[in-house]
C-alpha cells in the first residue's frame, strides 16, 4: 500500500518585499496576488488529494486564525496547527513539525513546502513528489530543483550529479552541492552548464531520517525544540510551543543547519512553472507582460507605458501612468510605492525606514484580521473613528467595556445580536443601536452569512488598547484587539 505523505506548510514569513501589498499584520501567503485564492490556500489545495494526508500548518500567533478561516474557506481541514512564539527560520519549524508527526505516524514522509509559491500545474508537481517519495523512503533527504530560464542570483542553486534528460523528468538523484547565491556572471555560467537548478526550499523526507539528521547536525537545536514540544500547551485546537525554549533557538535555515552537513541527499528536478514572488518584479515577470511588457491589476490605466507594473488594490482608485518604463506602481488604500524596476528588491529598505520613523503602514495593513472576521477604519478625526466591521457567521467579538469610547452601531447587511448590558436584542439591516460609555457589551453573528455593519465611535480616546474583556470564545486576555 502507497504511503501517505504529509504536507508540512510553512506560514510564517512577513513578505516585506512585496509591501505595501505584503505586510507584518497580513503578510503574502494570505493575500490574492495572482488568483481568486490566496497564496496559502492555493498551496493548501496542490498538496491534497490521493495520497496526501490533512496538512500540518506550523506558523506565528498572529496568523493562527487566519489560517483556519482561509483553509475553512476551500473546505479543508489540517491534521495540527502548530504557533511559534517567535519566528526562528526554517530548520527549528521543520523541526516542530517533525516531532509532531512522528508522535502521530512514526516514520511518516513529510513533503516541507513553503505556503507562498506559485505552481500552476498542481498535478504535475504531485507526479515530481511522487516520484521523489521511494528514495525518502529510503532514507534520503530529497530536495526539489527548478528549471532555471534565466541567470537568477536571487536564488540559490542546486548542483546535480548529471544534467537532467530533455523532458525533466523527475528522477531522483545524488545532489552534489548547494551553491549560495551567486553573482550575476556566475549565475549566467550555472544556467549555462546545464547541471544546475533553482533551489525550492522543497523538502521531501521522513520523520525518521529528518530527526536523525538533526541529531547529527544540529543537535542542540534538536534538544530545544524537543523540550518546546513537550511543554506545549493546547489552545482552541492550536499547539502552542512553549515560550522559553523556543526563544533560545538560532534563527538558521535548514539548508544551513541540516542539508549542507548531510551525505544522504538526493535532487529532484521539476520542469515545470514556479515562483516563488519575491518581490514586484516577480509579479510582473508572472503577470503575463503584453507585447509592450505591461502588466496591470484592478483599476489601473496605462498610456504610452513600456515593461511597467500597474496595480491598483481598492475599487475606490484610480491609478494612471503616462510614458512609464520600468516602473512599479503599487496603490494600496493607505500606502503608494513607486519603483524602478531594477529596485524592487530594495522595497525592504523602504520597510524598515518606515519602521524606523514609527509608520504604521510599515507593517499594518488598512484592514485588520481578527478571529471573527475583519474590520478597517473609514475616516479617523479628532474625538470620531468610522468603521467598516465584518463578522464571520456564527463568531462572536468578546464581552467587553470602553474606558473612553461609546459606539453607535449601524447594522449594512446581514443579522446581529447585541448585548448592553442586561438586554439582548436582534438588529437586521437598517437598524441600529447605541452602546454608552463604560456599558459591557458583546455582538455576535447568529446568522449563516457575513454579517456588516458601520460603527462610528466617540470619545477622548479610541486606540483598540481601550477594552476591557470578560469573556472570550477566543481566550485572548486583556488589551488583546477586538
Not at 184 to 212: E, K, M, Q, V, Y
Not at 344 to 367: F, M
Amino acid at each position: 500500500m502507497t504511503q501517505d505523505i504529509y504536507p508540512v506548510l510553512l506560514c510564517g514569513g512577513a513578505g516585506t518585499r512585496l509591501w505595501p501589498l505584503s505586510r507584518k499584520s497580513y503578510p503574502k501567503q494570505f493575500a490574492r496576488i495572482t488568483d481568486e485564492e490566496s497564496l496559502f490556500q492555493a498551496s493548501a489545495r496542490r498538496l491534497s488529494g490521493a495520497g496526501f494526508a490533512a496538512p500540518y500548518v506550523i506558523t506565528g500567533s498572529d496568523f493562527r486564525f487566519i489560517v483556519t478561516e482561509q483553509l475553512a474557506a476551500v473546505e479543508m481541514a489540517p491534521a495540527a496547527i502548530l504557533i511559534e512564539p517567535c519566528a526562528r527560520n526554517t530548520a527549528p519549524a521543520i523541526c516542530a513539525a517533525a516531532l509532531a508527526l512522528d508522535a502521530r505516524a512514526p516514520g511518516a514522509l513529510m513533503l516541507v513546502a513553503p505556503s507562498d509559491h506559485v505552481i500552476p500545474d498542481a498535478a504535475r508537481f504531485r507526479s515530481a513528489v511522487q516520484a521523489a517519495a521511494p528514495a525518502a523512503q529510503a532514507g534520503n533527504l530529497v530536495t526539489f530543483g527548478i528549471r532555471p530560464d534565466r541567470p537568477e542570483t536571487g536564488y540559490g542553486w542546486l548542483e546535480m550529479s548529471e544534467a537532467p534528460d530533455a523532458e525533466f523528468s523527475p528522477i531522483p538523484q545524488s545532489l552534489r552541492a548547494f551553491v549560495e547565491k551567486p553573482d550575476h556572471p556566475t549565475a549566467a555560467s550555472l544556467l549555462a552548464d546545464g547541471r544546475h537548478l533553482w533551489n525550492a526550499g522543497i523538502f521531501l523526507f521522513s520523520t525518521t531520517a529528518i530527526l536523525d539528521a538533526f541529531a547529527a547536525h544540529a543537535p542542540d537545536m534538536l534538544a530545544r525544540v524537543k523540550t518546546a514540544y513537550a511543554e506545549a500547551e493546547a489552545d482552541l485546537g492550536f499547539t502552542r510551543l512553549a515560550v522559553g525554549p523556543w526563544e533560545k533557538l538560532a534563527d538558521i535555515s535548514i539548508d544551513y543547519a541540516v542539508m549542507e552537513h548531510a551525505q544522504n541527499l538526493s535532487v529532484v528536478p521539476y520542469g515545470g512553472v514556479w515562483s516563488d514572488l519575491g518581490g514586484w518584479e516577480a509579479v510582473w515577470r508572472d503577470g503575463g507582460p503584453d507585447a509592450e511588457g505591461l502588466v496591470t491589476h484592478g483599476p489601473a490605466t496605462a498610456i504610452d507605458c513600456r515593461n511597467t507594473l500597474l496595480r491598483a488594490e481598492a475599487d475606490s482608485q484610480q491609478l494612471v501612468g503616462i510614458g512609464l518604463e520600468d516602473i512599479i506602481a503599487i496603490a494600496m488604500p493607505d500606502a503608494v510605492l513607486v519603483a524602478h524596476k531594477d529596485r524592487a528588491q530594495d522595497v525592504k529598505l523602504a520597510v524598515q525606514q518606515l519602521k524606523a520613523r514609527g509608520v504604521a503602514q510599515a507593517e499594518t495593513s488598512p484592514r485588520d484580521f481578527r478571529p471573527w472576521g475583519w474590520f478597517e477604519s473609514l475616516v479617523v478625526g479628532g474625538r470620531f473613528q468610522v468603521k467598516r466591521i465584518v463578522v464571520n457567521p456564527g463568531a462572536a467579538l468578546s464581552l467587553q467595556s470602553h474606558h473612553h469610547r461609546a459606539e453607535h452601531w449601524i447594522v449594512v447587511e446581514g443579522t446581529a445580536k447585541v448585548t448592553i448590558d442586561d438586554t439582548v436584542q436582534l438588529l437586521t439591516e437598517n437598524q441600529s443601536v447605541f452602546i454608552p460609555l463604560g456599558a459591557v457589551h458583546r455582538m455576535e453573528n447568529p446568522g449563516k452569512v457575513p454579517m456588516v455593519l458601520i460603527e462610528v465611535q466617540t470619545g477622548s480616546y479610541l486606540g483598540e488598547d481601550d477594552i476591557i474583556r470578560y469573556e472570550d470564545v477566543y481566550a485572548r486576555g486583556q488589551g488583546a484587539k477586538g
